[in-house]
């Protein structure tokens, strides 16, 4: 079982585990190009979008072309519509082009500018903070598109962290080793005392597992489904480092956490708290 004695730092990853999709503000960056599609909708259709985006990446994709997966299949099956009244230039989706997929490049463009995902997940800042209260250095190792600073002084959370390693800035990303080195070592540690949180099983869990670190899958909201696996219970298991993260020797069978007052048991459990 791990301890507080191997983890001397702790990392969360940022989309879907510190902030979520703000889908009422994702409708109305898609107001202003003309398309209308109703919140309850959007939210009704992530589910189906995480799946893909999961999909994407177990088959190697690109965080870039895994997100952009997600974004077509949820305005597709959220059926987008041209607004009664479009901006010139925006077509259709009756044969004159595919509004998804025009929606989805420009929405990937207004990212770094307008990051989709801002509504904090409740608890998590909080947690963070807590952590750092008992002297355990906290980062953020993210995916993300070269802003994520911006993004979490924005939303007043910047002085919650001690290092934010953005793959747009640093050139890698998850499942990358070279990202969480370079996380460790801007929070003064090694790569395998890190216990990381992330909701992605491919990219954040399989990522940590492949340079020794611990991690808890973060799966708060339930869209990703458990890959199979020989182990029982929820420990993390300690497996060689993989030449690809992605394809380890075996399935693990991790910690798992859908809120943050699970996470935080956890985190008292491993005795950081």
Not at 12 to 39: P, S, Y
Not at 158 to 164: L, R, S
């Amino acid at each position: 079982m791990s301890n507080s004695k191997n983890i001397h730092a702790v990392t969360f990853d940022a989309g879907q585990t510190l902030v979520e999709l703000d889908t009422a503000f994702l409708a109305t960056r898609l107001a202003e190009r003309g398309a209308d599609v109703g919140v309850a909708r959007l939210e009704a259709s992530t589910g189906r979008a995480w799946g893909e985006y999961a999909a994407a990446l177990g088959a190697g994709a690109s965080g870039e072309r895994a997100w952009k997966r997600f974004m077509r299949c949820l305005l597709g099956a959220a059926e987008v519509a041209p607004h009664p009244q479009p901006r010139a230039g925006m077509r259709g989706v009756d044969g004159s082009g595919d509004l998804a997929l025009e929606l989805t490049e420009w929405l990937w463009s207004q990212q770094p500018l307008k990051n989709l995902w801002r509504r904090p997940v409740k608890g998590m800042f909080e947690l963070a903070r807590e952590l750092r209260e008992h002297r355990i250095p906290v980062g953020i190792l993210s995916n993300s598109e070269g802003k994520l600073r911006v993004l979490i002084d924005e939303l007043g959370q910047g002085d919650a962290f001690d290092t934010i390693t953005d793959s747009g800035v640093v050139g890698c990303e998850k499942p990358d080793p070279r990202i969480f080195h370079l996380t460790a070592e801007a929070l003064g540690v090694e790569a395998r005392e890190l216990l990381h949180i992330g909701d992605s099983f491919e990219a954040d869990i399989r990522g940590a597992l492949g340079v020794g670190a611990d991690a808890i899958w973060f799966n708060s909201a339930g869209f990703e489904s458990a890959p199979l696996s020989d182990g029982r219970g929820f420990e993390p298991v300690r497996e060689d480092p993989a030449s690809d993260p992605r394809l380890p020797t075996s399935v693990p069978s991790v910690r798992r956490a859908t809120t943050a007052f699970e996470l935080r048991e956890h985190f008292c459990d491993l005795g950081l708290l």
